[in-house]
Protein backbone atom coordinates (compact mmCIF):
# COMPACT_ATOMS: atom_id res chain seq x y z
CA UNK A 1 0.00 0.00 0.00
CA UNK A 2 1.01 3.32 -0.64
CA UNK A 3 2.58 4.91 2.63
CA UNK A 4 0.47 7.95 1.61
CA UNK A 5 -2.59 6.66 2.50
CA UNK A 6 -1.73 5.48 6.24
CA UNK A 7 -1.48 9.61 7.36
CA UNK A 8 -4.93 10.06 5.41
CA UNK A 9 -6.75 7.16 6.89
CA UNK A 10 -5.80 8.18 10.19
CA UNK A 11 -6.36 12.17 9.77
CA UNK A 12 -10.24 10.62 8.65
CA UNK A 13 -10.23 8.50 11.65
CA UNK A 14 -9.25 11.75 13.74
CA UNK A 15 -11.91 13.56 12.13
CA UNK A 16 -14.69 11.20 12.56
CA UNK A 17 -13.96 11.40 16.45
CA UNK A 18 -14.07 15.23 16.58
CA UNK A 19 -17.62 15.20 14.52
CA UNK A 20 -18.39 12.72 17.40
CA UNK A 21 -17.30 15.01 19.68
CA UNK A 22 -18.68 18.43 18.22
CA UNK A 23 -22.10 16.62 17.70
CA UNK A 24 -22.53 16.19 21.44
CA UNK A 25 -21.70 19.08 22.14
CA UNK A 26 -24.18 20.84 19.99
CA UNK A 27 -26.96 18.49 21.20
CA UNK A 28 -26.29 19.61 24.85
CA UNK A 29 -25.86 23.16 24.51
CA UNK A 30 -29.07 23.52 25.93
CA UNK A 31 -28.48 21.07 29.29
CA UNK A 32 -28.18 23.06 32.22
CA UNK A 33 -24.37 23.07 33.87
CA UNK A 34 -23.21 21.14 30.73
CA UNK A 35 -19.48 21.63 29.81
CA UNK A 36 -18.29 21.42 26.21
CA UNK A 37 -15.35 19.06 25.63
CA UNK A 38 -12.55 19.20 23.21
CA UNK A 39 -9.92 16.52 21.83
CA UNK A 40 -6.23 17.27 21.25
CA UNK A 41 -4.32 15.94 18.15
CA UNK A 42 -0.50 15.16 17.77
CA UNK A 43 2.00 12.98 15.14
CA UNK A 44 2.73 9.43 16.28
CA UNK A 45 6.39 10.68 16.74
CA UNK A 46 5.77 11.83 20.03
CA UNK A 47 4.78 8.17 21.09
CA UNK A 48 8.50 7.01 19.67
CA UNK A 49 10.15 9.84 21.08
CA UNK A 50 8.77 8.47 24.21
CA UNK A 51 9.51 5.19 23.39
CA UNK A 52 12.86 6.09 23.20
CA UNK A 53 13.04 8.07 25.99
CA UNK A 54 12.41 4.57 28.16
CA UNK A 55 15.02 3.24 26.32
CA UNK A 56 12.38 0.93 23.87
CA UNK A 57 13.45 0.09 20.07
CA UNK A 58 10.66 1.15 18.00
CA UNK A 59 9.47 -1.17 15.13
CA UNK A 60 11.19 -0.02 11.94
CA UNK A 61 7.41 0.33 10.28
CA UNK A 62 7.11 2.40 13.05
CA UNK A 63 9.84 4.93 12.27
CA UNK A 64 8.09 4.86 8.49
CA UNK A 65 4.78 5.75 9.58
CA UNK A 66 5.59 8.58 12.08
CA UNK A 67 3.83 11.32 10.99
CA UNK A 68 0.25 9.82 11.41
CA UNK A 69 -1.71 12.00 13.05
CA UNK A 70 -3.18 10.91 16.24
CA UNK A 71 -6.02 11.71 19.13
CA UNK A 72 -3.70 12.42 22.00
CA UNK A 73 -5.95 13.33 24.94
CA UNK A 74 -9.55 14.68 25.48
CA UNK A 75 -10.42 17.63 27.86
CA UNK A 76 -13.04 19.22 29.33
CA UNK A 77 -13.41 23.21 28.99
CA UNK A 78 -14.26 24.51 32.68
CA UNK A 79 -15.17 27.84 31.85
CA UNK A 80 -18.14 28.61 33.50
CA UNK A 81 -21.42 28.94 31.48
CA UNK A 82 -23.62 31.98 31.93
CA UNK A 83 -25.76 32.07 35.10
CA UNK A 84 -29.59 32.81 34.47
CA UNK A 85 -31.81 34.09 37.21
CA UNK A 86 -35.05 31.52 37.40
CA UNK A 87 -36.64 32.89 40.86
CA UNK A 88 -37.31 28.73 41.70
CA UNK A 89 -36.29 28.13 45.19
CA UNK A 90 -34.97 24.81 43.77
CA UNK A 91 -32.41 25.90 41.52
CA UNK A 92 -29.08 26.50 42.30
CA UNK A 93 -25.83 27.80 40.64
CA UNK A 94 -22.56 27.37 41.96
CA UNK A 95 -19.74 30.55 41.79
CA UNK A 96 -16.81 29.08 41.74
CA UNK A 97 -16.02 26.37 38.06
CA UNK A 98 -14.07 23.89 40.11
CA UNK A 99 -16.93 23.55 42.69
CA UNK A 100 -20.02 20.36 42.26
CA UNK A 101 -23.11 19.41 43.91
CA UNK A 102 -23.02 15.65 44.94
CA UNK A 103 -25.22 13.39 43.60
CA UNK A 104 -26.07 9.72 44.77
CA UNK A 105 -26.98 7.54 41.27
CA UNK A 106 -29.10 4.74 40.52
CA UNK A 107 -25.70 2.37 41.52
CA UNK A 108 -25.38 4.05 44.90
CA UNK A 109 -21.92 5.62 43.57
CA UNK A 110 -21.86 9.79 44.74
CA UNK A 111 -20.63 11.62 41.67
CA UNK A 112 -20.54 15.33 40.87
CA UNK A 113 -22.70 17.80 38.52
CA UNK A 114 -23.00 21.24 38.34
CA UNK A 115 -27.05 21.14 37.28
CA UNK A 116 -28.57 22.99 39.93
CA UNK A 117 -32.00 22.53 38.42
CA UNK A 118 -33.34 20.33 41.72
CA UNK A 119 -36.98 18.82 42.40
CA UNK A 120 -38.74 17.63 45.39
CA UNK A 121 -39.50 14.01 45.30
CA UNK A 122 -41.74 13.01 48.27
CA UNK A 123 -40.54 15.50 50.59
CA UNK A 124 -36.26 15.49 49.44
CA UNK A 125 -33.93 16.92 47.23
CA UNK A 126 -33.74 15.46 43.87
CA UNK A 127 -31.76 16.31 40.61
CA UNK A 128 -33.55 15.78 37.45
CA UNK A 129 -33.00 11.80 37.18
CA UNK A 130 -35.15 11.33 40.34
CA UNK A 131 -31.36 11.12 42.10
CA UNK A 132 -30.47 12.42 45.52
CA UNK A 133 -28.69 15.40 46.14
CA UNK A 134 -26.71 15.05 49.33
CA UNK A 135 -25.22 16.95 52.12
CA UNK A 136 -21.71 17.43 53.59
CA UNK A 137 -22.27 14.00 55.47
CA UNK A 138 -23.54 12.29 52.07
CA UNK A 139 -26.67 12.18 53.54
CA UNK A 140 -30.11 13.02 51.55
CA UNK A 141 -31.39 16.14 52.13
CA UNK A 142 -35.67 16.59 53.36
CA UNK A 143 -36.86 19.88 51.46
CA UNK A 144 -37.62 21.77 54.52
CA UNK A 145 -37.13 25.37 56.14
CA UNK A 146 -33.22 26.08 55.46
CA UNK A 147 -32.67 22.80 53.41
CA UNK A 148 -30.17 25.20 51.37
CA UNK A 149 -27.79 25.40 53.86
CA UNK A 150 -27.24 21.57 54.01
CA UNK A 151 -26.35 21.33 50.32
CA UNK A 152 -22.82 19.33 49.89
CA UNK A 153 -20.36 20.83 47.53
CA UNK A 154 -16.96 19.60 46.49
CA UNK A 155 -14.26 21.27 45.04
CA UNK A 156 -11.79 19.62 42.36
CA UNK A 157 -9.96 20.58 39.28
CA UNK A 158 -11.69 19.15 35.89
CA UNK A 159 -8.55 17.50 35.16
CA UNK A 160 -9.33 14.89 38.24
CA UNK A 161 -12.91 14.50 36.79
CA UNK A 162 -13.99 11.73 33.88
CA UNK A 163 -17.67 11.84 32.66
CA UNK A 164 -20.27 9.37 33.58
CA UNK A 165 -23.91 9.19 32.88
CA UNK A 166 -26.03 12.15 32.43
CA UNK A 167 -24.28 15.70 32.51
CA UNK A 168 -22.94 13.72 35.86
CA UNK A 169 -18.86 13.15 36.81
CA UNK A 170 -16.56 10.24 38.80
CA UNK A 171 -13.45 11.04 40.61
CA UNK A 172 -10.12 9.55 39.08
CA UNK A 173 -8.85 10.27 42.76
CA UNK A 174 -11.15 10.78 45.68
CA UNK A 175 -8.16 12.03 47.58
CA UNK A 176 -8.23 15.38 45.26
CA UNK A 177 -11.72 16.25 46.10
CA UNK A 178 -12.19 18.77 48.80
CA UNK A 179 -15.52 18.28 50.79
CA UNK A 180 -16.47 21.56 52.40
CA UNK A 181 -19.13 21.25 55.78
CA UNK A 182 -20.20 24.75 54.88
CA UNK A 183 -21.57 25.69 51.37
CA UNK A 184 -22.03 29.28 52.61
CA UNK A 185 -21.20 31.76 49.57
CA UNK A 186 -20.53 29.17 47.48
CA UNK A 187 -23.69 28.61 45.88
CA UNK A 188 -26.71 31.03 43.98
CA UNK A 189 -30.28 30.35 45.25
CA UNK A 190 -33.07 30.63 42.00
CA UNK A 191 -30.51 30.28 39.58
CA UNK A 192 -29.02 27.93 37.17
CA UNK A 193 -25.55 27.88 35.42
CA UNK A 194 -26.20 27.45 31.13
CA UNK A 195 -24.05 25.08 29.13
CA UNK A 196 -20.55 26.81 28.33
CA UNK A 197 -21.05 25.85 24.51
CA UNK A 198 -21.14 28.49 22.19
CA UNK A 199 -23.69 27.25 19.11
CA UNK A 200 -21.48 29.63 16.27
CA UNK A 201 -18.00 28.29 17.14
CA UNK A 202 -19.26 24.67 17.19
CA UNK A 203 -20.92 25.01 13.98
CA UNK A 204 -17.54 26.67 12.28
CA UNK A 205 -15.78 23.30 14.31
CA UNK A 206 -18.14 20.73 12.57
CA UNK A 207 -17.83 22.28 9.45
CA UNK A 208 -14.08 22.35 9.19
CA UNK A 209 -14.31 18.57 10.26
CA UNK A 210 -16.12 17.74 8.15
CA UNK A 211 -13.74 19.42 5.35
CA UNK A 212 -10.96 18.01 6.61
CA UNK A 213 -12.24 14.72 6.24
CA UNK A 214 -13.08 15.23 2.84
CA UNK A 215 -10.02 16.43 2.20
CA UNK A 216 -8.58 13.31 3.12
CA UNK A 217 -11.53 11.12 1.45
CA UNK A 218 -10.38 13.01 -1.83
CA UNK A 219 -6.55 12.59 -1.45
CA UNK A 220 -7.23 8.81 -0.89
CA UNK A 221 -8.98 8.39 -4.03
CA UNK A 222 -6.38 10.28 -5.95
CA UNK A 223 -3.39 7.93 -4.96
CA UNK A 224 -5.89 4.93 -5.92
CA UNK A 225 -6.16 6.33 -9.20
CA UNK A 226 -2.63 7.23 -9.84
CA UNK A 227 -1.59 3.47 -8.61
CA UNK A 228 -4.40 1.87 -10.55
CA UNK A 229 -3.21 3.99 -13.59
CA UNK A 230 0.72 3.04 -12.79
CA UNK A 231 -0.22 -0.49 -12.82
CA UNK A 232 -2.31 -0.57 -16.07
CA UNK A 233 0.95 1.14 -17.87
CA UNK A 234 3.12 -1.34 -16.38
CA UNK A 235 0.66 -4.21 -17.41
CA UNK A 236 0.96 -3.08 -20.81
CA UNK A 237 4.71 -2.82 -21.18
CA UNK A 238 5.29 -6.34 -19.96
CA UNK A 239 2.98 -7.81 -22.62
Known sequence: MNQGVYPLAASMINQINR???????????????????GTAETSFNWYLQRMQNEYKTPLVESVVTNTIPKID??????????????????DFALNDNETFFKIQNQNGDIVYTRDGAFKNLDGFLVDG????????DNGAIEVEEGFELQIGVVQTPFTNLEKVGDNTYKAINEEEI???????????????????VNRVSTMVELIDAHRR????????????ELNAGLIE???????
Open 19 to 37: LDQISNNLANVDTLGFKQE
Open 73 to 90: TRYINPQMGPVLMTGNEL
Open 129 to 136: NGNNVLNA
Open 178 to 196: VNFEINDNRILRGSVEQSN
Open 213 to 224: FEQSQKAIKTID
Open 233 to 239: KIGGNTR
